[in-house]
């Protein structure tokens, strides 16, 4: 049966008090069985009994039976004093934790109200937001669905800790208390112990459990015993090192080749949906034993790797199955497994699959199902290998800077994987005969230049105040700009199809260095201070070259949700660079048709791919362009202020990026800025906030005015913040519609003739 979680109500009615006197009681208790045991003050103890016992001189059956019950009964004493204080300690932990975890719920949903978001008694969040009767002349603030999903995720995040607390005090309480006769002295000195013991024992008993055999039939039930034991414990070392080094590199890799391929074939139905939770969790779970350096598990991880050629039939009596590699790349989906281990196993895979006769299709031509839901595609692991680096920025990022030896010849990993001559890799084809994996391809680029993992829903821009935390964000812009000179064309992105979403979010991540790079128009950067505009001293940007920047936006800008993506992070870094020119109006102005052009740029970019597109069909070009368009509706107000600090919700298109830290122009309170895409942004002068509500039309010209509209955005905020005159807005006008035509021009082939 699996653990219910702990509702906010529930939380926010426990009654402390209670515990707390528990720990008293406790407390006196232990302190007057410590006395009996070991004395103190003049008083009799158990060890002056046990001493005057052995000391006596006994006679006949006294001499055994006697002194035999006396010293048991004095040890029986030291063991109550120990076990009082296990439990005590459990019990002062418990008060702690549940008192640190029922005063953040408390916090949570105070600051949440004043984001009109409701918390209910279940714990599931939602927005109220007053009547225009009951606010009055307030300005009332409605929840995105960004706030409202971040919300639901901190409220979800605190009530599962305090669940966990919980189980694991109750859990150990009820150990302690197991046996009616004894006492033990093996209790745990604090919670954390007690989680770790249990997680050796949970793991003592599924390694004993799988000894058995027939994993494969094991029942529905059991089988999800097992994962509520992965889920509670996949995060606890006690566990994880323990069920890993107790199967043995072997043990593990058998384990999931039974019970993800059994020899009937994959498994279909509840079963099959129990597996793929089952995948994640023991992915995660390994993953975590992978950071001990204990003696045992450096052994497992060199014989996981030394086992990667070795075959893991499906059959006993066919020698035919997955090999190692490929059993284990199925279970690196998901957490962050540790470096070296990584650095390892993908050197000694790749230089496996290099010196194998014949093309990667050929060396893992094994298609056993091993990954829940079943894709049907080529088992390839080094498509699993790159989910693992997509969880692990450190270690792609090395990755993605090393090479690989084989057969005595070196070759970088990057044009291996990613580069298209005769020496990189040919990737498998799947069912619908197109190559697979670069999604993941995709992953591990994202995390090695974001810097955190690809799929994280509260990413953060590294930080970059250390020698050492410059070093790596400048390594991070080497890659970035491999990935800028690689991705020159759509072609070249959509042959590596399921890459194009990352490369997008890798644009937005790195939308400052993008716009550094088209402010040197001629050479004119220097003199221009471009670095200081650009605040290049703090943000510390790389000048990717101004062709191949604008080929690489050109590129992302040809297809409707890259565009989208990259648009969006577009307009949230052009309205910061504003901010950060501070009371320097020129400057700011200046900032802002920089990204004025930036629009441009993208705009055009799309507009002739629809132009190429729709090129005979007049109506559903113009729809495709009105669609273009309608997002606008709604983004065109994300923009960012001088006033750090007041959140507000910006909407991103569907198929845009989910969660992409954009890089902000200017630092606050200490820290980089940044903002999460459909999360939250920073409120730019919310009253007097731009609205472009009008109803969209169809035709070519409504899309350019929605460009136009945006790109202005900000302008225009800055032009009624500051006062500007009439005269002075109709020259911001001019000028803006001048260098929006001229970010066109830098991706306008002339293709769109045709409208």
């Not at 007053?130 to 639901?152: R, V, W």
């Not at 409220?155 to 800790?161: A, D, F, G, M």
């Not at 189980?167 to 770790?196: E, H, M, S, V």
């Not at 441009?600 to 559903?620: C, M, P, V």
């Amino acid at each position: 049966m699996a653990t219910e979680t702990l509702t906010a109500q529930e939380l926010t009615d426990l009654r402390l008090g209670t515990l707390n006197t528990a720990v008293s009681d406790w407390k006196t208790m232990a302190d007057r069985l410590e006395l009996l045991a070991t004395g103190g003050n003049g008083e009799a103890s158990a060890t002056d009994l046990e001493k005057k016992a052995n000391a006596a001189n006994w006679k006949g059956a006294n001499a055994t039976v006697s002194r035999e019950f006396v010293t048991k009964t004095a040890a029986q004493f030291a063991d109550a004093a120990d076990e009082a204080k296990s439990v005590l300690a459990v019990l002062r932990d418990a008060h702690t934790a549940l008192k640190k975890h029922k005063e953040s719920l408390r916090t949570a949903i105070d600051e949440l109200a004043k984001s009109n978001i409701y918390v209910n008694g279940n714990g599931k969040v939602a927005a109220s937001v007053p009547s225009g009767q009951a606010a009055g002349d307030a300005d009332i603030h409605k929840p995105t669905d960004g706030e409202l999903d971040a919300a639901q995720s901190r409220i979800t995040r605190i009530l599962w800790e305090a669940t966990e607390t919980d189980r694991i005090a109750a859990r150990a309480l009820r150990q302690l208390a197991r046996n009616k006769y004894d006492f033990t002295d093996q209790g745990p000195d604090n919670l954390k112990d007690a989680d770790r013991d249990q997680g050796k024992a949970d793991a003592e008993y599924w390694r004993k459990e799988v000894a058995k055999g027939d994993v494969s039939e094991w029942s529905e039930e059991k089988l999800a015993r097992f994962n509520e034991t992965l889920e509670n414990q996949r995060d606890n070392p006690g566990f994880t090192e323990s069920f890993a080094t107790g199967l043995g590199a072997d043990g593990t890799l058998q384990f999931w080749r039974d019970l993800a391929a059994p020899p009937g074939g994959a498994v279909e139905g509840d079963r099959a949906k129990m597996l793929g939770h089952v995948q994640d969790n023991l992915s995660m779970a390994l993953a975590n034993a992978s950071h001990s350096d204990s003696q045992a598990m450096e052994t497992w991880k060199k014989d996981v790797i030394a086992s990667g050629t070795k075959i893991f039939p499906v059959d006993p009596a066919m020698p035919m199955g997955p090999n190692g590699y490929q059993v284990m790349s199925s279970l690196m989906g998901k957490g962050k497994y540790d470096d070296d281990f990584l650095h390892d196993y993908g050197d000694a895979m790749l230089k496996y699959e290099r010196e194998y006769p014949g093309d990667p299709g050929v060396a893992w031509r094994d298609t056993t199902d091993l990954s829940y839901p079943p894709t049907g595609n080529a088992n390839d692991p080094v498509a699993g290998y790159m989910e693992a680096l997509g969880h692990n920025p450190e270690a792609s990022l090395e990755f993605f800077n090393d090479s690989t030896t084989a057969d005595g010849k070196k070759l970088d990993n990057w044009d291996y994987l990613v580069g298209h001559g005769n020496d990189a890799r040919k990737w498998p084809l799947g069912d619908d005969g197109k190559p697979t994996g670069f999604d993941n391809l995709g992953h591990a680029l994202e995390s090695a230049t974001l810097g955190y993992a690809y799929d994280d829903q509260d990413p953060s821009i590294p930080p970059m105040k250390t020698e050492a935390q410059i070093e790596a964000r400048n390594d991070r812009l080497d890659l970035v700009s491999k990935v800028v000179d690689n991705y020159e064309s759509a072609e070249v992105i959509d042959n590596q199809p399921g890459i194009r979403d990352s490369i997008a979010n890798i644009a937005a991540g790195h939308i400052d260095s993008l716009n550094y790079s088209m402010a040197d128009w001629g050479g004119s950067g220097d003199l221009a201070d471009r670095d200081g505009m650009f605040n290049d001293d703090q943000r510390h940007l790389r000048d990717l070259g101004e062709p191949n920047t604008a080929n690489f936006l050109r590129a992302l800008g040809s297809d409707k949700d890259s565009y989208d993506t990259v648009s969006v992070a577009q307009q949230t870094y052009g309205s910061s660079l504003m901010a950060a020119q501070g009371d320097h109006q020129s400057n700011a102005l200046d900032a802002g048709l920089h990204s004025v052009t930036m629009h441009g740029l993208l705009d055009q970019a799309r507009a002739e791919s629809i132009g190429e597109q729709f090129a005979d069909d007049e109506k559903e070009r113009n729809k495709a362009l009105e669609k273009q368009g309608e997002w606008r509706n709604f983004a065109a107000g994300a923009t960012v202020g001088v006033a750090v600090g007041v959140a507000s919700g910006v909407v991103v298109p569907v198929g845009a990026a989910a969660a992409i830290a954009v890089p902000l122009a200017f630092e606050t309170a200490g820290s980089a800025a940044e903002t999460h895409m459909a999360t939250e942004t920073i409120d730019w002068l919310d009253e007097n906030e731009y609205k472009n509500d009008q109803q969209a039309v169809e035709g070519i010209q409504k899309a350019k005015q929605d460009g136009q509209h945006n790109a202005m955005t900000p302008l225009l905020n800055y032009a009624e913040q500051h006062d500007m005159s009439a005269s002075e807005v109709r020259k911001l006008a001019r000028d803006a519609r001048g260098v929006y035509n001229d970010g066109g021009e830098y991706t306008d082939t002339d293709d769109t003739r045709g409208w």
